[in-house]
C-alpha cells in the first residue's frame, strides 16, 4: 500500500511538473517571436539599404535600431500592464502586436512606415521581455525556476536560429521582394503564439498579491504543488508583502538589486551580442566571405548560439547562475581579443568566423542563459513585474544605442572594426570582476527566500 501510494506521489508531481512544463513552453514562445523579430532584420538590411538609399545615420537610428527603440518603451512600461491587466492578459497583446508588425512591415511602401511597424514589434519584444520570465517564474518551484525561466532564452536563440535560416532559404525566392517575405513570415509563429498563451492559467502570486483572489490562485496552485504545501505557499506568498505594495522601486530599500539588475544587463549588451547578431552577414561580407556564404555562416552563428544554450539550460539549475557568467566571462574575453586581432591582421575569414562561434557559445553559456532567470528572482514579489522592468529596460536602451551607431562605425571604420571588438573585450574583463566580486548566487532559493 505504501510502496503503490509513493509511486502516485511520483505521478502526482510528474503531472504537476508536466503541465507547469507546457505552460512555460507557451509562455517562452514570446522569446521565440523576440529573437525572430530582432534578428530577421539582418536579411533585410542591404536591401532596404540599396532600396531606400538612406544615409548610414538615418538607416542605423531609424531602419535598424527603430524596433530597439520600441523595446525600450515596451520594457520601461511592460511593467505597468503586468501588475494591472495580468500577466497572462499582458502576454496575449504582446502577440497581437508581433502580428501586426510582421505583416505591417512586410508591406511598408516607405521608411517611415516601415519604422514605424518595427517600433510595434520593438514594444512587443520589450514587454515580452518583462512579462515572459515574470510570469515563469511565478509558476515554477524553486528546483526547476532556472530551467523553466531560461525556456524564455532558448526560444529567443531558437527564433534568432530560424531567423538567420529563414533568411537563407528566402533569398532569391521573391526577388526584389526577398526581404518583405522574409519579415512577413513572423505572423505565422506570432497566430500560433497568440493561440497557445491563451490556454495558460494566470499567475497565482499575481492573483494573490494584486486581486486578493486567493480562491482563484488555490486552483492554479493545486496544478503546481503537492495539496499539504498550499495553504503554506498562500502564506509564504501573502507574507512576503508585508503590506509594502505601495513601496517604490526607488525608494533605495532595493538599491541593491538595482545595481545588480543593471550591471548585468549593462555587460550583457556591452559583450557585442547585438552588434554581431544583427550586422552578422555584414560583418562577415566585410571579412571576405560571399553574400550567399555569410547567410550561411549567420545559420551557423544560430545553431552554435542554440546547443550551448541547451547547455546552459541543463546546468543553471545544478551549477548555478554565477558559476555560468565565470564560464562565459572568460569565453567572452579570449574570443573578443581573438576577433579584433582576426580584423587588425586580416586573417583567414575562416578563422574569424571560428572565433566568433566561440564568442556565441560564451554568451548562450552565460549571459544568454542567466540574464533573465537572474533578474527575475532578485525582486520581490510584489516588485518583481517592476524590476525585471527596469533591468529589461537597460538592457534594450543599450542594445538600441549599439546598434543605432553600428552602420556609422562601420562605415568610419570600413574593412577594419578591429578596435570596436577590442573595446568590447575589455569590458568583458570587468564583467568578469563584477561576477567574482559582486554577484550572489540564487539557485535552489524559493522566490520568497531569497533577500540581499
Same mark, same amino acid.
Given at each position: 500500500?505504501?510502496?503503490?501510494?509513493?509511486?502516485?506521489?511520483?505521478? %502526482?508531481?510528474? @503531472?504537476?511538473?508536466?503541465?507547469?512544463?507546457?505552460?512555460?513552453?507557451? =509562455?517562452?514562445?514570446?522569446?521565440?517571436?523576440?529573437?525572430?523579430?530582432?534578428?530577421?532584420?539582418?536579411?533585410?538590411?542591404?536591401?532596404?539599404?540599396?532600396?531606400?538609399?538612406?544615409?548610414?545615420?538615418?538607416?542605423? =537610428?531609424?531602419?535598424?535600431? !527603430?524596433?530597439?527603440?520600441?523595446? =525600450?518603451?515596451?520594457?520601461?512600461?511592460?511593467?505597468?500592464?503586468?501588475?494591472?491587466?495580468?500577466?497572462?492578459?499582458?502576454?496575449?497583446?504582446?502577440?497581437?502586436?508581433?502580428?501586426?508588425?510582421?505583416?505591417?512591415?512586410?508591406?511598408?511602401?516607405?521608411?517611415?512606415?516601415?519604422?514605424?511597424?518595427?517600433?510595434?514589434?520593438?514594444?512587443?519584444?520589450?514587454?515580452?521581455?518583462?512579462?515572459?520570465?515574470?510570469?515563469?517564474?511565478? %509558476?515554477?518551484?524553486?528546483?526547476?525556476?532556472?530551467?523553466?525561466?531560461?525556456?524564455?532564452?532558448?526560444?529567443?536563440?531558437?527564433?534568432?536560429?530560424?531567423?538567420?535560416?529563414?533568411?537563407?532559404?528566402?533569398?532569391?525566392?521573391?526577388?526584389?521582394?526577398?526581404?518583405?517575405? !522574409?519579415?512577413?513570415?513572423?505572423?505565422?509563429?506570432?497566430?500560433?503564439?497568440?493561440?497557445?498563451?491563451?490556454?495558460?492559467?494566470?499567475?497565482?502570486?499575481?492573483?494573490?498579491?494584486?486581486?486578493?483572489?486567493?480562491?482563484?490562485?488555490?486552483?492554479?496552485?493545486?496544478?503546481?504543488?503537492?495539496?499539504?504545501?498550499?495553504?503554506?505557499?498562500?502564506?509564504?506568498?501573502?507574507?512576503?508583502?508585508?503590506?509594502?505594495?505601495?513601496?517604490?522601486?526607488?525608494?533605495? =530599500?532595493?538599491?541593491?538589486?538595482?545595481?545588480?539588475?543593471?550591471?548585468?544587463?549593462?555587460?550583457?549588451?556591452?559583450?557585442?551580442?547585438?552588434?554581431?547578431?544583427?550586422? $552578422?552577414?555584414?560583418?562577415?561580407?566585410?571579412?571576405?566571405?560571399?553574400?550567399?556564404?555569410?547567410?550561411?555562416?549567420?545559420?551557423?552563428?544560430?545553431?552554435?548560439?542554440?546547443?550551448?544554450?541547451?547547455?546552459?539550460?541543463?546546468?543553471?539549475?545544478?551549477?548555478?547562475?554565477?558559476?555560468?557568467?565565470?564560464?562565459?566571462?572568460?569565453?567572452?574575453?579570449?574570443?573578443?581579443?581573438?576577433?579584433?586581432?582576426?580584423?587588425?591582421?586580416?586573417?583567414?575569414?575562416?578563422?574569424?568566423?571560428?572565433?566568433?562561434?566561440?564568442?556565441?557559445?560564451?554568451?548562450?553559456?552565460?549571459?544568454?542563459?542567466?540574464?533573465?532567470?537572474?533578474?527575475?528572482?532578485?525582486?520581490?514579489?510584489?516588485?518583481?513585474?517592476?524590476?525585471?522592468?527596469?533591468?529589461? $529596460?537597460?538592457?534594450?536602451?543599450?542594445?538600441?544605442?549599439?546598434?543605432?551607431?553600428?552602420?556609422?562605425?562601420?562605415?568610419?571604420?570600413?574593412?577594419?572594426?578591429?578596435?570596436?571588438?577590442?573595446?568590447?573585450?575589455?569590458?568583458?574583463?570587468?564583467?568578469?570582476?563584477?561576477?567574482?566580486? @559582486?554577484?550572489?548566487?540564487?539557485?535552489?532559493?524559493?522566490?520568497?527566500?531569497?533577500?540581499?
Amino acid at each position: 500500500m505504501n510502496i503503490k501510494f509513493y509511486y502516485l506521489g511520483k505521478n %502526482i508531481i510528474f @503531472m504537476n511538473n508536466k503541465k507547469v512544463f507546457s505552460w512555460s513552453i507557451s =509562455v517562452a514562445l514570446a522569446g521565440f517571436l523576440f529573437g525572430f523579430d530582432t534578428v530577421v532584420i539582418s536579411g533585410a538590411n542591404l536591401p532596404i539599404k540599396e532600396l531606400w538609399n538612406t544615409s548610414p545615420i538615418f538607416h542605423g =537610428v531609424f531602419i535598424m535600431s !527603430m524596433a530597439l527603440w520600441g523595446t =525600450v518603451l515596451g520594457s520601461v512600461f511592460g511593467s505597468i500592464p503586468c501588475d494591472k491587466i495580468g500577466r497572462k492578459n499582458t502576454l496575449i497583446w504582446i502577440g497581437i502586436l508581433f502580428f501586426v508588425s510582421a505583416l505591417g512591415s512586410a508591406i511598408a511602401p516607405d521608411p517611415y512606415s516601415f519604422s514605424f511597424f518595427r517600433f510595434i514589434g520593438g514594444v512587443g519584444v520589450g514587454a515580452s521581455s518583462v512579462a515572459s520570465p515574470t510570469y515563469i517564474s511565478e %509558476i515554477s518551484n524553486r528546483k526547476n525556476r532556472g530551467k523553466l525561466v531560461a525556456l524564455y532564452q532558448f526560444n529567443i536563440v531558437l527564433g534568432i536560429l530560424i531567423a538567420f535560416f529563414s533568411n537563407y532559404l528566402l533569398m532569391g525566392f521573391g526577388g526584389d521582394l526577398d526581404w518583405r517575405y !522574409m519579415l512577413g513570415i513572423e505572423a505565422i509563429p506570432a497566430f500560433i503564439y497568440i493561440l497557445s498563451v491563451l490556454g495558460v492559467p494566470k499567475s497565482p502570486r499575481w492573483l494573490i498579491l494584486f486581486k486578493n483572489d486567493i480562491d482563484s490562485a488555490r486552483k492554479v496552485l493545486t496544478l503546481i504543488y503537492d495539496k499539504k504545501e498550499i495553504q503554506n505557499k498562500i502564506e509564504e506568498i501573502q507574507n512576503s508583502i508585508n503590506n509594502k505594495k505601495s513601496e517604490n522601486l526607488f525608494s533605495g =530599500v532595493f538599491n541593491h538589486q538595482i545595481k545588480l539588475a543593471f550591471l548585468l544587463a549593462f555587460f550583457n549588451q556591452l559583450s557585442g551580442i547585438n552588434f554581431i547578431l544583427y550586422y $552578422a552577414p555584414e560583418i562577415l561580407q566585410t571579412a571576405g566571405f560571399a553574400t550567399s556564404d555569410s547567410l550561411m555562416s549567420s545559420v551557423s552563428i544560430g545553431f552554435v548560439n542554440l546547443i550551448f544554450t541547451l547547455v546552459g539550460l541543463r546546468l543553471i539549475d545544478n551549477y548555478g547562475r554565477k558559476n555560468l557568467m565565470f564560464i562565459g566571462s572568460i569565453g567572452y574575453i579570449i574570443s573578443l581579443f581573438a576577433i579584433a586581432i582576426c580584423f587588425i591582421y586580416q586573417l583567414d575569414h575562416f578563422v574569424l568566423l571560428f572565433f566568433i562561434l566561440i564568442f556565441i557559445s560564451s554568451h548562450a553559456i552565460g549571459q544568454g542563459t542567466v540574464i533573465w532567470v537572474f533578474i527575475s528572482e532578485i525582486f520581490p514579489n510584489h516588485m518583481r513585474a517592476r524590476g525585471q522592468s527596469f533591468g529589461a $529596460a537597460i538592457h534594450w536602451i543599450f542594445a538600441a544605442l549599439i546598434t543605432a551607431v553600428t552602420p556609422t562605425v562601420i562605415n568610419v571604420l570600413g574593412n577594419n572594426p578591429g578596435m570596436v571588438f577590442y573595446g568590447f573585450g575589455i569590458m568583458m574583463i570587468l564583467q568578469l570582476i563584477f561576477v567574482i566580486k @559582486m554577484m550572489p548566487e540564487t539557485k535552489g532559493i524559493s522566490l520568497e527566500k531569497i533577500n540581499f
